[in-house]
């Protein structure tokens, strides 16, 4: 049997089952067996792979932190979250478009998703700004690379699915990783909405006054506190992640349904189903993923590629270069998860020949995926922004150049400075 056809079996099938729109889940596994099968490899194989991939206790935290952020979704948080940021920026040239930038950093330490983030915050935010005079396609194009961020500041399930893919990495180090380059982000879409609201002289918020400030900044620490449990008890040791997660669903019950008294308890079953509903795609995607990452570690394709690039170049800026150029074109196309957990055994064995850390490379890969939730034509992040802001992916792709240029230099210093994601976890 020819290995070479094999990979290409491989390779191609899986391309020809996304072109023919067949999901994510079903095309790997479907790409995996026919591979297999042309290898004379059992079939139970395939079977023993996919159950071998989602047989981990890490996993147990992703359902309780996409239902904390369900919980916290419907609790009335993004209103409180909202104010707290205007309290800071919102006086500010384009205050409203910093408040946005900063509304997402709060909220996408809660709910962890890009997703969410757009289309909870997104509802108030784009048309708050278009209301105020700033232009539909910026509100839009704001709300989107700014909900960007919800991937990296913890706690982001994403972070959990690399450290599975990546063989056990520290979720806790994952998780200290992404909070400078995550607030890194932040800052460098906040300069790119100062100069364009300073241009088109986009109007200031309103002071607002000492004591109502204080009052909107109580609030807002009661949903923050979410962050605190999950970061902090990671990070001491006394949780796992999956028991910080499972905290941090109770938590955010408390606070909605006692303190905010935004979500009733009826609602409950309602947010259960949607928790289900998002698990059952995340599962199903590593299942597979595990057992198509696996036949590619058996046809020796990590190996293939690192020697592929050392053929090309052996000079390190060029080849970290050439990855991350790989995988923004790759995010154009495929979603987060599934890409994470195809790449990861391909490229990690790679960047840590030429010394990058396990966790520099994390972060550096969930960054360029999180770009790739904003772009076309698989974006699911702008799909989100522009059916709520109801204009075309067209007209909002193009004012998001300036902030696609903001994200490209976050991305350019967290690859080629340590520190940045490696600073916080060293320290702890």
């Known amino acids: 049997m020819n290995l070479n056809f094999a990979i290409a079996l491989l390779l191609i099938s899986f391309v020809i089952f996304i072109i023919c729109k067949m999901p994510v889940a079903i095309a790997l596994a479907s790409s995996t067996a026919i591979t297999m099968l042309y290898l004379q490899i059992p079939v139970m194989t395939l079977v023993q792979q996919m159950s071998k991939s989602i047989d981990s206790f890490s996993l147990m935290a992703i359902p309780f932190f996409i239902f904390a952020g369900e919980l916290m979704g419907a609790g009335g948080i993004s209103d409180r979250l909202l104010k707290f940021a205007n309290v800071i920026v919102g006086r500010l040239r384009g205050g409203l478009a910093h408040v946005n930038v900063l509304a997402s950093m709060f909220f996408g330490g809660i709910s962890g ?36 961020q919800g991937v990296l500041i913890p706690p982001s399930h994403n972070m959990i699915i690399y450290s599975l893919a990546a063989g056990g990495v520290s979720i806790g180090a994952l998780f200290m990783g992404g909070v400078i380059p995550g607030i890194l982000l932040g800052v460098c879409l906040m300069i790119v909405c100062g100069i364009i609201s300073v241009k088109r002289q986009y109007p200031k918020g309103e002071r607002v006054k000492l004591r109502d400030a204080l009052k909107i900044t109580r609030d807002a620490i009661l949903a923050l506190g979410t962050i605190i449990i999950i970061m902090g008890g990671v990070v001491s040791g006394i949780f796992t992640a999956t028991e910080s997660a499972a905290f941090a669903c109770i938590y955010a019950f408390i606070i909605s349904v006692f303190f905010y008294r935004e979500l009733k308890v009826r609602e409950i079953p309602r947010l259960l189903m949607n928790t289900i509903r998002t698990l059952a795609v995340v599962f199903s995607l590593i299942a597979s993923a595990g057992a198509f990452g696996w036949l590619l570690a058996y046809l020796q ?62 972060v550096m890969l969930i960054l360029n995926l999180a770009i790739g939730l904003c772009t076309p034509p698989v974006g699911g992040a702008l799909f989100v922004g522009c059916s709520i802001g109801k204009i075309s992916v067209e007209k909002v792709t193009v004012a998001m150049l300036p902030m696609y240029a903001a994200m490209l230099i976050a991305l350019m210093l967290v690859t080629f400075i340590p520190a940045i994601s490696l600073w916080i976890p060293g320290l702890l």
């Open 113 to 148: 998703s890009a997703v969410a983030d757009v289309s909870s915050l997104g509802c108030i935010e784009i048309p708050m700004m278009t209301d105020a005079g700033y232009d539909e396609d910026f509100s839009v194009a704001v709300t989107v690379t700014s909900a960007c």
């Open 301 to 362: 394709v990590p190996m293939l590629i690192s020697n592929f690039l050392l053929s090309v170049t052996t000079n390190r800026v060029i080849v970290f270069l050439l990855i991350n150029l790989m995988l923004l074109v790759l995010g154009c196309f495929m979603d987060m998860a599934p890409l994470i957990l195809i790449v990861t055994p391909i490229l990690l064995p790679v960047v840590e020949q030429y010394g990058m850390n396990p966790v520099q490379f994390g």
